[in-house]
């Protein structure tokens, strides 16, 4: 069995992505199946998850291609364009949209079309591979041709358990929680540290799904994970739990998600290293973006009165 349906469904997180589900399909379906008339507000709104209400990390791949809505509708308007294949439609945008990942695209194809896509981001890689259910592929295939693989998986599993795509992609929330629960992640904290390395990592990986070294927009991953984990406990403890710029409180899973620990290079140009990395407030992470470490903090105090 791969999900215990009745009990992932009754996880709280879980049951507050189903509920606003019919709300963010409604909302953003019509949007991003007419995506040549899509605003740059409608785009920017739907990478936060106080919009999607579903995917946490979208806005900071995903906004640089706003910059150009003119190539970000071209784009979109191929890749909901079913009378293409898909995996074109999906190594065309990957190709044109700079810096937006599949996670991002997936997502917005599953807004659009709930009953065709599924979304594929790392932690549905994750839990796939956990169970035994990732596909192989061969050598020098395009990512756009492994989601067409990956989506009839998720398409076969959603029908098996008479889901919804959306909520197929919640329970796999509920299958990483319960597999950190039950295993070296015993607290709140150390699925926290455990999500903020996994995102570092993400950034690396290459096509294949292996983690390698190489430059991304000049910017590595120069930890292997565990000693990264090692390394954002021990920023955590130096700090005592706080945010490395403002001093607030982090909270590890809530109530309030902006006070989230998000992990923030400290020169947005270099790279995932030590003495480069500090742990930050979830909103000041959004708010500080590309801004200069010393420049963002000197903008801060401003607005202190400091």
């Known amino acids: 069995m791969v999900f215990n349906l009745e009990k992932a469904i009754c996880v709280p997180s879980v049951r507050h992505i189903i509920e606003k589900r019919d709300g963010v399909l409604n909302h953003f379906g019509p949007i991003f199946r007419q995506p040549s008339e899509i605003k740059k507000d ?7 998850i106080q919009y999607n209400c579903h995917w946490s990390g979208l806005e900071r791949l995903g906004r640089k291609v706003a910059e150009d809505m003119d190539n970000l509708r071209h784009a979109l308007s191929i890749l909901v364009d079913e009378s293409q294949l898909l995996s074109r439609r999906l190594d065309k945008c990957l190709q044109d949209l700079q810096g937006v ?14 009953a065709h896509y599924g979304v594929w981001n790392s932690t549905s890689e994750c839990e796939m591979k956990e169970k035994g259910l990732w596909p192989s592929f ?3 295939t395009s990512t756009g041709q492994k989601y067409e693989v990956i989506n009839e998986v998720l398409l076969g599993l ?6 919804d795509t959306w909520t197929l992609d919640a329970l796999w929330w509920a299958e990483k929680a319960e597999r950190h629960e039950s295993g070296h ?20 990986k290459n096509s294949n799904g292996q983690l390698v070294e190489r430059t991304i927009k000049n910017k590595d991953l120069r930890f292997d994970k565990e000693n990264l984990i090692k390394y954002l406990k021990k920023l955590l403890e130096e700090s005592h739990h706080r945010c490395a710029i403002t001093g607030l409180e982090l909270q590890p899973k809530g109530p309030d998600p902006q006070l989230m620990p998000s992990l923030d290079r400290i020169d947005s140009n270099g790279h995932y290293e030590a003495d480069n990395l500090q742990v930050v407030a979830r909103f000041i992470n959004f708010w500080k973006r590309d801004t200069p470490d010393a420049e963002f903090r000197r903008q801060l105090a401003l607005v202190r009165n400091e």
Do not use: C
């Not at 991002?104 to 659009?112: E, N, Q, R, S």
């Not at 959603?158 to 889901?163: E, F, G, M, P, T």
């Not at 992640?185 to 690396?204: G, V």
């Open 42 to 48: 409608d785009y920017l709104k739907f990478l936060s």
């Open 101 to 114: 990942g599949h996670a991002t695209l997936t997502a917005i194809l599953l807004v659009a079309y709930p």
């Open 138 to 140: 061969e050598r020098g």
């Open 158 to 163: 959603a029908k098996q358990y008479s889901v």
């Open 185 to 204: 992640y015993k607290n709140a904290w150390d699925i926290a540290i455990w999500s903020m390395a996994d995102q570092a990592e993400q950034t690396t």
